[in-house]
């Protein structure tokens, strides 16, 4: 077996894994540095600080049409990070997330197909779990509702979903751990159709456990910017020992 390739339920899995058709909508918040710490494991990342003791996360819905690991719905609950041996400034760290230059580490990634699961955990070590995850998106804008263990997580919504901006392909990367170890994955994305605004979305908890999760993070509350994407591209890269 090529060291790209994975087999995942009887099927193989060749890397990069490619995204063809999906739509996305993406907020950003301020939220406590050392409640976000705290969720961190290992130490070879850290979360930046774009405040002294204010932390960047990011809550992003996705909707899969087309992707070597089927068509899904799924939520990323990621924080912005950097390598311990880095260091950057308050200044720096605006810049950087003004032109999409921040890494990521995702601490939560439900989604609603169990082939996707297990390959995302398997490959990248992505903390993929099972939940029910329903996207709609109509005149009156776009919602989204996260159910897990048969309880209610959260609804997470945004007005406007009409955008005329074109995003062109960049890379980013996120952290993960596979077996203790800490790796970062590429990720190459374009888009179109997109919406940038400030503020822009809107979450509700509910009373699952995540959901006290967020609100220990100072959730919820307005985002400083939100992002919709109605058609993004893109592909999944191996991932890297640190």
Not at 20 to 49: C, F, H, K, Q
Not at 234 to 240: H, K, L, M
Request: hydrophobic share 40%; net charge negative.
């Amino acid at each position: 077996m090529a060291a790209n390739t994975f087999q995942i339920q009887g099927r193989s899995v060749e890397l990069p894994c490619v995204v063809r058709d999906a739509s996305s909508a993406n907020a950003t918040y301020l939220v406590s540095a050392g409640a976000a710490r705290r969720l961190l494991p290992g130490d070879a990342i850290d979360v930046v600080e774009l405040l002294p003791g204010r932390a960047l996360m990011s809550l992003a819905v996705i909707e899969y049409r087309d992707n070597d690991l089927g068509d899904y719905n799924e939520i990323s609950m990621a924080f912005f990070v950097r390598e311990r041996a880095e260091r950057a400034g308050y200044l720096r760290t605006l810049r950087d997330l003004m032109t999409s230059n921040l890494r990521t580490y995702i601490h939560r990634l439900p989604v609603t197909q169990a082939f996707t699961c297990e390959a995302g955990c398997r490959i990248w070590g992505f903390p993929k779990t099972l939940g029910e995850i329903e996207i709609q998106r109509d005149s009156k804008g776009f919602h989204c509702s996260f159910d897990a263990d048969g309880q209610h997580v959260l609804d997470f919504s945004m007005a406007r979903t009409e955008g005329s901006r074109e995003l062109p392909e960049m890379t980013t990367k996120t952290y993960t751990y596979i077996e203790g170890a800490a790796h970062r994955t590429p990720f190459v994305m374009a888009g179109s159709e997109v919406a940038l605004q400030l503020g822009g979305a809107k979450l509700e908890l509910g009373d699952h456990p995540i959901a006290d999760e967020l609100r220990s993070l100072g959730l919820p509350k307005r985002p400083l910017m939100s992002t919709f994407m109605g058609k993004m591209t893109g592909r999944f890269e191996a991932p890297e020992k640190l």
